[in-house]
């Protein structure tokens, strides 16, 4: 290990090793990168998400009433739910739900279930997509939902409805063609889900846990319920919950993540539901922005993308959403992710990411015809972030 990186250790250890954490400190760290050595980023990414506060003598009673928290979610959301269906099947095998003589009430428990279902089946199809490339999603989890998995449990699961809706049911339409339609050919999906084993009882795979997360967030947040790309989102943060090195975090990413992931969801929400696009908070004024800063930074380059009519939700749509999740490698988001995170005017620094990025391949740009750019832009050619963070930090200074 490098001496450079030891006392980078060692500075972050000095900052969470105070009673109250310096909240600056902690982010001008950060914002170069955190080490992932003793589960420092694990760590820091649960402050820099407001999910444990800088006073460290709260962690221990807030993170045990967060988890026991999640875990009602889990009873209140999927178990009682899946006995009342199991318990109902055992009566009326003959009867479909749909046409269940006890339900002439739209408000139904079993409408409601119903909905669920549909919401279920979009998540599912997208979470066992998620970063084909690694098998890490793939794997099973050390730590496996015993409340769900107890072998005496006489309910469904979502594994369980999953596989019985599908059986029932059509695909589920695409909800926000944006961020399908665009999807990165650096993400090869598998043909047919059926490539995926479903692994044997008592296991459960690490993308079924994102599934259950997603499954949650969609019933506590009805309003925007599940929307195509989230799962792009709670990825990342599973993913670096559960590989902390220590076993004592790693035990709870589940609960971690899902609390984390709503605390993110909260601040950038806003690009996901669809009649906010055009509002000051929405998407498209976040699009607006990627090229009036580039029009300051580099004015050639912005008239050259005007002039081919190269609009911004062609690209910085996927790139601003997904916080850039779809054109890096894994370990490379989780980078860029430090410094968006660290930022206390949070994503305004997505903003000069966005622009770092597009001045780093203007020579191709300016000589490139309509075709040719398009195909820069969505299949972004350069995967040294260090690069881009750094060209991004440059255009922040020269304000």
């Given amino acids: 290990m490098s001496r450079l990186h ?11 090793g105070e009673p109250t954490v310096a909240l600056t400190k902690l982010r001008e760290l950060c914002f170069s990168g955190i080490p992932f050595d003793g589960g420092l980023r694990c760590l820091c990414w649960k402050i820099l998400l407001n999910y444990l506060p800088l006073e460290k ?5 807030l993170l045990k009433k967060q988890r026991d928290l999640y875990s009602q979610f889990l009873k209140e959301m999927i178990i009682q739910p899946g006995i009342a269906k199991a318990n109902l099947g055992v009566s009326r095998e003959d009867v479909t739900l749909e046409d269940h003589p006890l339900n002439p009430n739209p408000d139904s428990r079993w409408n409601t279930y119903f909905k669920d279902n549909e919401v279920l089946l ?11 490339d ?4 793939q794997r099973p989890t050390d730590y496996p939902c015993l409340l769900i998995l107890d072998p005496q449990n006489e309910f469904e699961t979502l594994r369980r409805r999953v596989e019985q809706t599908t059986l029932k049911s059509q695909t589920v ?3 926000r063609s944006g961020v399908t339609n665009v999807s990165s050919p650096l993400k090869t999906t598998p043909s047919s889900l059926s490539e995926y084993e479903v692994l044997p009882n008592g296991c459960e795979a690490h993308w079924e846990v994102v599934e259950r997360i997603l499954f949650i967030y969609a019933k506590l947040n009805p309003g925007i319920a599940y929307v195509q790309g989230m799962n792009e989102i709670v990825g990342p943060l599973y993913y670096t919950f559960a590989t902390d ?5 790693k035990e709870h990413a589940e609960a971690d993540t899902f609390f984390c992931f709503t605390n993110l969801m909260a601040e950038i929400r806003d690009n996901f539901i669809k009649s906010l696009d055009d509002s000051q908070c929405g998407i498209t004024y976040k699009m607006e922005k990627v090229y009036s800063t580039l029009k300051e930074k580099d ?11 190269i609009k911004p939700q ?8 997904l916080l850039l999740s779809q054109e890096f490698l894994l370990p490379d988001v989780i980078r860029i992710w430090d410094s968006l995170f660290a930022d206390d005017k949070r994503f305004d620094f997505l903003l000069l990411v966005c622009c770092a990025m597009l001045t780093l391949i203007r020579d191709q740009l300016l000589e490139g015809d309509f075709t040719l750019n398009m195909r820069l832009l969505q299949d972004y050619p350069i995967s040294d972030v260090h690069l881009i963070l750094k060209k991004a930090k440059e255009l922040q200074d020269s304000k």
């Fill in 6 to 16: 030891q006392s980078r250790i060692a500075d972050f250890q000095e900052v969470l």
């Fill in 57 to 61: 003598a709260l962690w221990s009673s």
């Fill in 122 to 132: 979009q998540i599912d199809k997208d979470v066992r997509r998620l970063y084909p």
């Fill in 134 to 137: 690694m098998a890490f999603f």
């Fill in 173 to 175: 339409a695409r909800n």
């Fill in 245 to 249: 090195p220590n076993n004592e975090w």
């Fill in 299 to 309: 004015v050639e380059l912005y008239l050259k993308l005007q002039e081919q009519n």
């Fill in 314 to 321: 062609f690209f910085a749509f996927r790139w601003l959403t």
